[in-house]
């Protein structure tokens, strides 16, 4: 669980969240982040055609910054290591304050 923004491995966290909403040519962004990044449905569900944008990629980091610290605050946010101790995977949830 993590319980601050302060958390050292916070940077990684971002990467993780930014990344899986982002998308790159080989996979495909979060639909509805990408519609409100791009402001349209065009292309929707399918990998970018080109790597994202370093604009991009800030936007998304952003973002994930803005939900980790909401989640934080109602302390539900959690990240799972794997077995060398690397984040690769984080979920973000709303638990009743």
């Known amino acids: 669980r993590i319980r601050d923004m302060n958390h050292p491995d916070i940077e990684r966290i971002v990467d993780v ?30 990998p970018l055609k080109s790597p994202p944008s370093q604009k991009r990629i800030a936007w998304f980091r952003w973002l994930a910054r803005a939900s980790l610290d909401w989640g934080v605050r ?3 946010v959690y990240a ?18």
Request: aromatic share 6%; glycine share 10%.
């Open 17 to 46: 969240i930014a990344q899986a909403f982002c998308g790159t040519e080989k996979t495909a962004p979060d639909p509805t982040m990408d519609w409100v990044y791009t402001g349209s449905t065009e292309n929707a569900g399918v």
């Open 74 to 76: 109602r302390d539900g």
């Open 80 to 97: 799972l290591r794997d077995n060398a101790g690397d984040i690769v995977a984080v979920a973000v949830t709303a638990p009743p304050n």
